[in-house]
């Protein structure tokens, strides 16, 4: 099958570094594993070095970039707030991505389906779909109008909202990453039957072939160290401080311990000032940004990885570090909560902590310590089961499951006069 990805998000390079752009290259390489031509639809390729096995198209209209500026531009000339441009931006490349060219582009692919990331101000997959009349299945990592209305900004909101719910309403079907998720899907009502729970996932071979631990060690001059580790962004909700916050009291108790934050974001400045207020610079390392394909050498130095994301009442994410983790042979230390307490098992597979409890982590990771057999048996625990169920391949198949039930449902909607039935229902 001939398979277009439509991710309308500037923000998702292709070859990027963060979840949503390694989310987007390993669903689309595993979904080309399987035998599917797969292409993408995107406004930024980006320029890493870990890129895409498919072919990446672009909409050729140059006013994609220039509008957006000029706007951005006048604003701040005006003193008036330039964040609406950057939302323009995502609107424009809707329009522009729907032109005579750059539909030809896609014609010349000439897809049998349409996957599509639900973005923000995002309506280019399907309108393509209806234009060249072929199935179209959404993938919803978050519901984006609420998460930039409480996180970041959101100036256009009621056109946002109504492009949303647009989006969900002609798809033939939704993929939820979380059973949460889907729970929000339908509280906004989608109904349940038209959602699919699809967790992310982890390349398994690339840990199975990834240096050894000693390795890695010796180059960053941990040898014979506890070392503790954190791989993502940083950002409020991933709970890194607390993170800090513990590990500062397990040196009280255990000194040959290091600690690895791997990422940037928004939070990285105020992190290292915390790390500076607590006396603990010279135990504690931040190596930044790397490449994705750098991840599994890094995670191999570590004995555990933690994932200490804050109590939400919106936690429906799928967190791909954990189950880079859990292929990693680490031992995982993470949050009771949404889709991490729903896959690992205290005690079995990992090692499950209160959200925000500064001392209840640092027990955990005391006990990690003290118990080095512990360690082997939960992390060979955690690597049986993401080998089992959590890779990208079993998502691709899944995905394959769920354009199966869009095309079925195309077929017999084909045979009805129920406009109601043809068009799916939201309320």
Not at 40 to 47: C, E, F, Q, R, V
Not at 129 to 155: D, M, W, Y
Not at 175 to 190: E, F, T, Y
Not at 365 to 375: C, E, F, Q, V, Y
């Amino acid at each position: 099958m001939r398979l277009l990805y439509v991710c309308s998000d500037f923000g998702i390079p292709v070859s990027g570094v963060k979840g949503a752009s390694i989310h987007l290259r390993s669903i689309t390489s595993a979904l080309a594993e399987l035998g599917h031509d797969v292409a993408i639809l995107s406004p930024n390729p980006g320029n890493g070095d870990d890129q895409a096995t498919v072919p990446v198209l672009m909409p050729p209209s140059k006013s994609i970039k220039q509008i957006p500026r000029q706007m951005k531009t006048w604003l701040g000339e005006h003193g008036l707030s330039e964040g609406v441009a950057r939302e323009f931006r995502s609107l424009w490349y809707s329009i522009c991505a729907g032109d005579e060219k750059a539909v030809q582009q896609i014609n010349d692919f000439a897809p049998d389906a349409i996957i599509e990331r639900l973005s923000l101000m995002g309506h280019v997959g399907v309108d393509i779909a209806k234009r060249l009349g072929i199935p179209h299945i959404l993938e919803v990592n978050a519901i984006l109008t609420e998460e930039a209305a409480q996180f970041r900004s959101l100036h256009l909101d009621g056109l946002a909202t109504g492009i949303e719910n647009n989006v969900l309403l002609q798809t033939d079907r939704v993929m939820a990453v979380s059973d949460c998720l889907a729970q929000k899907l339908s509280q906004r009502g989608i109904a349940p039957e038209k959602i699919d729970v699809i967790p992310n996932g982890v390349n398994i071979e690339r840990f199975i072939n990834a240096s050894s631990s000693s390795e890695i060690r010796r180059e960053l001059n941990l040898p014979d160290v506890f070392t503790v580790g954190f791989v993502g962004t940083f950002k409020p909700w991933h709970g890194v401080e607390t993170l800090i916050h513990s590990f500062a009291q397990l040196l009280c108790n255990v000194k040959k311990a290091h600690l690895l934050l791997v990422g940037t974001g928004p939070q990285q400045e105020n992190l290292r000032n915390l790390v500076t207020q607590l006396g603990i610079k010279d135990s504690v390392t931040f190596m930044g940004a790397i490449a994705h394909s750098e991840i599994p050498r890094v995670l191999n130095s570590m004995d555990v990885a933690v994932a200490p994301s804050h109590q939400s009442t919106s936690f429906y994410y799928s967190p791909i570090k954990l189950f880079e983790y859990m292929a990693a042979g680490a031992c995982v230390v993470a949050s009771r909560i949404g889709q991490m307490a729903d896959i690992l098992q205290d005690n079995v597979s990992g090692l499950l902590v209160e959200p925000d409890n500064v001392d209840d982590l640092c027990a955990k990771l005391k006990i990690a310590h003290d118990n080095p057999a512990l360690r082997k048996q939960l992390s060979q625990s955690a690597f049986d089961q993401v080998c089992s169920r959590y890779t990208w391949r079993h998502a691709a198949i899944d995905v394959m499951r769920t354009m199966d039930k869009a095309i079925h449902r195309r077929a017999i909607e084909s045979q009805s006069d129920d406009p109601q039935q043809r068009l799916g229902r939201i309320a």
